[in-house]
């Protein structure tokens, strides 16, 4: 197996441990502290020394870790990665279970994000998230993950001869045609909870401690590399915890430098990024003037840091689809495994301008590592991610950027072998300056 095969699939496994936002923090967090990372509260005074390697999170589902430079912080600044850890997908209401003519359980679901609706019809799907039981500290009760690895759910298609024009296209309405069925009805059903009793099964609590929950669907099947000659990565949730991945493993393979390295990962990218843990708060803001104080450094400092630093936002790129070439722009057109795509916009959907371009492409060029473009049709409008909302907050430099995938927003998306491998390079060389 080759290196670029073999880190693939270091890709794929971390995505397969992380079904939700809450177990990519985990596996995050597991990863770092196996490199000699040290976890900080933020409730509690930080000290920190030069050199030193931290991480902190927030919420459960996002986090941000980073090593101390050795120069002075307010005349070397910070190199900041940012991605985010939540995928399009379906979140479970509260009072879930439903009946259905009688002999079918239903689960009660909403839409999280803008998955692509008709690929997760007849999928195994699994169950996971994060549980909240009560503790003696009714301000602070207690929190748990958990991952039902078990295919448990699946949304059936309606059979073609009860529909005869379903390849003609179908509109999926959410809360009719979505709904995952989970069992049979049987006799403790006039109990209710069996989602519940499940959870407190698999984590071996007593039910009734239970308070609430935020739990998501995921797709039960593992990614896998395939291709003629496995050139491609097919997965769930590539978008973005392949950018999660590529920058953790660079943050953790780079010493110490001058600057202060940053990785950040934020949560609920894909709804809006309106919470205390998305990239529209003040979390990364938080973190690197708590930094700066910790240094010893004053306002005056953490302004002039700012100043001296640059931020990539890494989010997926659309690839040129083989079958539906029209739908890119004549000229720009990223391939999969022609190496990471730099994102621009002329309504600011991406922070990208050419300074920040020009910085990128000479950190890749250095690094030997090929890069394309994207830009929309002019016809059509694309999507956005965290560079326009984090720079609302820091005034840093920032580049858009991320590999080129196929079918985002499917439940299986398609990347390249190499891209990863080109990118997490590419980051690695950012975090040498």
């Known amino acids: 197996?080759?290196?670029e095969l073999k880190f693939a699939q270091q890709l794929i496994d971390f995505i397969y441990e992380s079904p939700t936002a809450f177990h990519a923090v985990s596996t995050v967090k597991n990863m770092l502290t196996n490199c000699g990372f040290r976890e900080l509260k933020e409730a509690s005074k930080w000290n920190l020394e030069k050199?030193?390697?931290f991480f902190v999170t927030k919420n459960d589902?996002?986090?941000?870790?980073?090593?101390?430079g050795m120069g002075n912080i307010e005349e070397c600044g910070f190199k900041i990665i940012g991605a985010h850890t939540d995928s399009p997908t379906f979140r479970i209401k509260p009072s879930p279970e439903m009946a259905s003519e009688g002999s079918y359980i239903r689960l009660n679901?909403?839409?999280?994000?803008?998955?692509?609706?008709?690929?997760?019809?007849?999928?195994?799907?699994?169950?996971?998230?994060?549980?909240?039981?009560?503790?003696?500290?009714?301000?602070?009760?207690?929190t748990r993950l958990v991952n039902i690895k078990e295919p448990i759910l699946i949304i059936p298609n309606l059979a073609i001869h009860m529909n005869r024009e379903i390849n003609k296209g179908v509109e999926l309405n959410e809360q009719k045609d979505m709904l995952p069925l989970m069992a049979h009805i049987n006799e403790s059903f006039e109990k209710g909870n069996y989602l519940l009793n499940a959870i407190a099964e698999e984590l071996n609590v007593d039910a009734s401690t239970i308070i609430d929950f935020d739990l998501f669907l995921y797709e039960y099947e593992k990614g896998s590399i395939i291709g003629l000659n496995n050139e491609f990565?097919?997965?769930?949730?590539?978008?973005?915890?392949?950018m999660v991945h590529a920058g953790i493993e660079a943050l953790i393979r780079v010493p110490a430098v001058e600057a202060t390295n940053v990785m950040i990962a934020f949560d609920n990218e894909e709804v809006g990024s309106r919470t205390k843990q998305g990239g529209d708060s003040q979390f990364l803001s938080n973190v690197l003037e708590?930094?700066?104080?910790?240094?010893?450094?004053?306002?005056?400092d953490f302004f002039r840091a700012l100043a001296k630093s640059f931020m990539i936002s890494a989010d997926l790129a659309h690839a040129v689809h083989p079958n539906i070439g029209d739908k890119h722009d004549p000229v720009h057109r990223p391939f999969l495994n022609k190496g990471p795509v730099i994102k621009i916009s002329a309504n600011q959907s991406y922070t990208t301008d050419s300074n920040s371009d020009a910085v990128y492409e000479e950190i890749c060029k250095k690094a030997n590592v090929p890069v394309q473009k994207f830009v929309n049709r002019s016809d059509l409008k694309g999507g956005s991610t965290i560079g326009p909302i984090s720079s609302t907050h820091l005034d840093i430099r920032s580049v858009d950027l991320g590999n080129p995938i196929l079918a985002m927003h499917s439940v299986r998306e398609l990347a390249g072998v190499l891209d990863h491998t080109f990118i997490t390079t590419s980051f690695e060389e950012f975090y040498k300056l």
Do not use: C, Q
């Open 290 to 300: 708590r930094i700066v104080i910790s240094h010893g450094k004053g306002r005056e």
């Open 109 to 142: 679901t909403e839409v999280y994000g803008g998955p692509i609706l008709n690929t997760w019809l007849d999928r195994p799907l699994g169950v996971a998230g994060r549980i909240t039981v009560r503790s003696e500290d009714i301000l602070f009760p207690e």
């Open 233 to 242: 990565i097919s997965s769930g949730r590539l978008d973005d915890l392949a």
């Open 51 to 53: 050199g030193g390697k």
């Open 1 to 3: 197996m080759t290196k």
């Open 61 to 68: 589902s996002a986090i941000a870790a980073f090593i101390l």
